[in-house]
């Protein structure tokens, strides 16, 4: 893929690693515009908004003059668009640690194996549970060391939804699972305490980033 290719942007950004393996890291942001997935609980709703083109070579400047111990590129989906896996290869090529956030209902295969993906699994209260993407698990489940999946749950249906789901395709106690609340609807506590009572192999998140800023606030 040459440098030169184009994709839309909806915002580069530098923050604190808020929902995942790593969490707490400083972080350079790459967000592409536009998702169309429609989950309920989406707090990223601006970058449906229309982006800026930008080309590869530019996207990698802003995100690299940061000099972040991580780059990760998120959306939106980002792998909506094909210039993304340029992208990624492009960054691992200038970048030790280059993380993918995707909401898990496109496959990763086309992935450079470099990058850390990040996979949401959709639950029932996000309204688009059934285009959760299965092939992602089998992926996983023969390099695990590559992904981690991550679940927000609104409800203890949800979540009892979920462990029944990832034991269903294989997951739970093979790969890394992080479950979270959704910020604002579900007391982090119960989650917690569902977690234990059930001897769940699964790490709990909290969005660090709401906790630090506004929940509100974009580009962190
Ligand atoms: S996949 Fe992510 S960006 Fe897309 S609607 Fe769902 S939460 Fe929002």
Redesign the pocket.
């Known amino acids: 893929m040459s440098t030169k290719a184009t994709l839309n942007i909806s915002e580069i950004f530098y923050s604190i690693q808020g929902e995942s393996s790593f969490a707490g890291w400083p972080c350079a942001f790459v967000r592409l515009a536009g998702?169309?997935?429609?989950?309920r609980?989406?707090?990223?709703?601006y970058?449906e908004e229309p982006g800026t083109a930008m080309t590869i070579d530019e996207i990698m400047h802003r995100a690299l003059a940061f000099d972040a111990p991580c780059v990760e590129v998120t959306?939106?989906?980002p792998l909506l668009q094909s210039g993304t896996f340029g992208l990624l290869s492009a960054l691992c090529d200038r970048h030790p640690v280059v993380l993918l956030e995707?909401?898990?209902?496109l496959p990763v295969d086309r992935v450079d194996p470099r990058v850390h993906a990040i996979i949401?699994i959709?639950a029932p209260s996000?309204g688009?549970m059934e285009h959760n993407c299965a092939a992602n698990f089998t992926l996983a489940l023969n390099e695990p060391e590559r992904f981690e999946f991550k679940i927000v749950v609104a409800s203890e249906a949800d979540y009892l939804w979920a462990k029944s789901y990832i034991a269903g395709h294989g997951i739970l106690g093979k790969c890394s699972i992080i479950f979270g609340p959704v910020f604002g609807q579900l007391e982090p506590r119960l989650l917690a305490e569902w977690i234990l009572r059930d001897h769940l192999p699964a790490r709990m998140q909290l969005q660090l980033h709401k906790y630090i800023w506004n929940p509100d606030t974009r580009g962190v």
Request: aromatic share 10%; glycine share 28%.
């Open positions: 998702c169309g997935h429609g989950c609980y989406c707090d990223t709703t970058a959306g939106g989906e995707t909401g898990g209902f949401d959709k996000s688009v």
